[in-house]
Nanobody, 125 residues
């Protein structure tokens, strides 16, 4: 089992940057692919970024590609999402989640088995 806790959310102006961190506990963290997903008010939860258990492969939603970077440190049981050039539409609650699915399937929120509580990111004009 894996427990996840996000931190680093907050408010920033459009065009700014923010980094989110996810701290994991549990002995099997390194066996899971890790992803970041988000949910804006009135919208369904959507995929943002993910990487494989060893961190070799990453995938991004088209809307954030080239602006967001996901990374992980298995020794520290941590996952980070660096966000740049933030837009108003990036406003959402961001969740860290763990998946046992192949990387290609990790675009679907249904493929994640462990979730953090989420952290709010608010982008203002």
């Amino acid at each position: 089992q894996v427990q996840l806790a996000e931190s680093g959310g907050g408010s920033v102006q459009a065009g700014g940057s923010l980094s989110l961190s996810c701290a994991a506990s549990g002995r099997t963290f390194s066996q899971y692919g890790m992803g970041w997903l988000r949910q804006a008010p009135g919208k369904e939860r959507e995929f943002v970024a993910a990487n494989t258990s060893g961190g070799q492969y990453t995938i991004y939603a088209y809307s954030v590609k080239a602006r967001f970077t996901i990374s992980r440190n298995n020794a520290r049981k941590a996952v980070t999402l660096h966000m740049y050039s933030l837009k108003l539409e990036d406003t959402a609650v961001y969740y860290c989640a763990a998946s046992g699915a192949p990387i290609g399937a990790m675009r679907s929120p249904r493929e994640y088995v462990y979730w953090g509580q989420g952290t709010q990111v608010t982008i203002s004009s």
